[in-house]
T-cell receptor, first 113, second 110 residues
Framework: DAGVIQSPRHEVTEMGQEVTLRCKPISGHNSLFWYRQTMMRGLELLIYFNNNVPIDDSGMPEDRFSAKMPNASFSTLKIQPSEPRDSAVYFC???????????FGDGTRLSIL | EDKVVQSPLSLVVHEGDTVTLNCSYEVTNFRSLLWYKQEKKAPTFLFMLTSSGIEKKSGRLSSILDKKELFSILNITATQTGDSAIYLCAVAGGADGLTFGKGTHLIIQP
């Protein structure tokens, strides 16, 4: 069975550019999560969706970050404009329900120069 | 605000040693505690604990939860170099979703 699929795997771009990260959750999972991981701050929850509806976006750093889930099989995390401090690994995860074990994608390693 | 604290932050041991990783938490409306192992890429699920005092076991790994003292431990016996990873503890409580600790970086030397 396919797991959580993220793209791109690695992106390097200059500050000020728009960045869009993509995620396809496991089919049948109702909850989708976006995380950011850095050495300094560890794994931080940015936003999560339940049945395609954003439930808690309190972890989104600021207005430059936005996330959408137009349907059950696709979500995007957008950063506009990007800044060097956004450099991190961004993970998408899905689960059957919000507090059930989450299955993680391989992550997108984002570097903003 | 929900809080999960793991210790130690980093641990280096020799192959064959036994290690104990700690996770303490403060959350409202605790529902479960989960352990993950993260090697080079994504975290992979190890255990989910909901009841105090019941040990979960998988090969050389085991974990137990104490809901009175608000902590969990993850034990690894007869460690191998393949156990080297970051071990993450996460708690489900309050609103939906998980709160993660910063992880314990475990290095097993041959």
């Amino acid at each position: 069975d396919a797991g959580v699929i993220q793209s791109p795997r690695h992106e390097v771009t200059e500050m000020g550019q728009e960045v869009t990260l993509r995620c396809k959750p496991i089919s049948g999972h109702n909850s989708l999560f976006w995380y950011r991981q850095t050495m300094m701050r560890g794994l931080e929850l940015l936003i999560y969706f339940n049945n395609n509806v954003p439930i808690d976006d309190s972890g989104m750093p600021e207005d430059r970050f936005s996330a959408k889930m137009p349907n059950a099989s696709f979500s995007t995390l957008k950063i506009q404009p990007s800044e060097p401090r956004d450099s991190a690994v961004y993970f998408c995860a899905s689960s059957l329900q919000g507090d059930q074990p989450q299955h993680f994608g391989d992550g997108t390693r984002l570097s903003i120069l | 605000e929900d809080k999960v604290v793991q210790s130690p932050l980093s641990l280096v041991v020799h192959e064959g040693d036994t290690v104990t990783l700690n996770c303490s938490y403060e959350v409202t409306n605790f529902r479960s505690l989960l352990w993950y192992k993260q090697e080079k890429k994504a975290p992979t699920f190890l255990f989910m604990l909901t009841s105090s005092g019941i040990e979960k076991k998988s090969g050389r790994l085991s974990s137990i939860l104490d809901k009175k003292e608000l902590f969990s431990i993850l034990n690894i016996t007869a460690t191998q170099t393949g156990d080297s990873a970051i071990y993450l503890c996460a708690v489900a409580g309050g609103a939906d979703g998980l709160t993660f600790g910063k992880g314990t970086h475990l290095i097993i030397q041959p």
